[in-house]
């Protein structure tokens, strides 16, 4: 099956169908904006920057190696450069879902405390399968700082902008390093008590 490589930010807006980027290197995406082809039932993809949505009611299977990313209860997924994914959509459910989609190239992070920390965020490996999941007050918690994002995205590019939205992506990667520390913890503990 062929694999797909998008290389930029601009690349993935058009193979969706989207608006132009406002930054070449930065994009935030509503999903309901997102367009998939009716024929389109399996995509093989590699993108080139690393990807946070936050999305319910997704029609579709995400695999994101050799493993099918588990969305039974999480709402967020987190993908690395270089990454082969693949999306099977179900044809009875085509929809878009809600949520937003972040893609930052790594170019953005240069000469940034995030391109040297990003890495030990552990949720864009392959071995993480499951996406995260978030009770009502933290999803309000990400939900504020993607619309804090959103908000600096879409003022004139000044040189505060790269400064103010790296600050945001630190801030929304601790809170859900901190609620995927939590989910780990809860299953495990659940986990334990059935057996």
């Known amino acids: 099956m062929e694999v797909i490589r998008i290389k930029s930010i601009t690349e993935y807006h058009r193979f969706r169908g989207l608006p132009k980027p406002e930054h070449?290197?930065?994009?935030?995406?509503?999903?309901?904006?997102?367009?998939?082809?009716?024929?389109?039932?399996?995509?093989?993809?590699?993108?080139?920057f690393y990807?946070?949505?936050?999305?319910?009611?997704?029609?579709?299977k995400l695999y994101y190696g050799q493993q099918v990313y588990d969305f039974d209860e999480?709402?967020?997924?987190f993908?690395?450069?270089?990454?082969?994914?693949?999306l099977e959509q179900d044809p009875d459910s085509l929809h878009n879902g809600t949520g937003y989609l972040l893609q930052i190239h790594p170019d953005f992070l240069w000469n940034s405390s995030l391109a040297k920390n990003i890495k030990s965020y552990t949720f864009f490996d392959y071995?993480?399968?499951?996406?995260?999941?978030?009770s009502e007050k933290e999803e309000n918690t990400i939900v504020s700082i993607f619309?804090?994002?959103?908000?600096?995205?879409?003022t004139n590019i000044d040189r505060f902008t790269q400064d103010l939205i790296i600050?945001?992506?630190?801030?929304?990667?601790?809170?859900?390093?901190?609620?995927?520390?939590r989910q780990f913890l809860t299953r495990k503990i659940s986990s334990h008590q059935i057996l």
Do not use: W
Not at 74 to 77: A, D, K, L, P, Q
Not at 167 to 181: F, G, H, N, T
């Open 147 to 154: 619309e804090n994002i959103r908000d600096e995205y879409h």
């Open 127 to 134: 071995s993480i399968n499951e996406a995260l999941f978030l």
């Open 167 to 181: 600050a945001q992506i630190e801030l929304l990667l601790k809170y859900c390093d901190r609620y995927y520390s």
């Open 51 to 60: 990807s946070i949505a936050l999305k319910r009611d997704i029609g579709a």
């Open 24 to 48: 070449p290197l930065v994009s935030l995406v509503d999903y309901s904006q997102v367009k998939f082809p009716d024929d389109e039932n399996t995509t093989n993809m590699v993108i080139d």
């Open 79 to 86: 993908i690395a450069p270089g990454q082969v994914l693949r």
């Open 74 to 77: 999480g709402i967020m997924s």
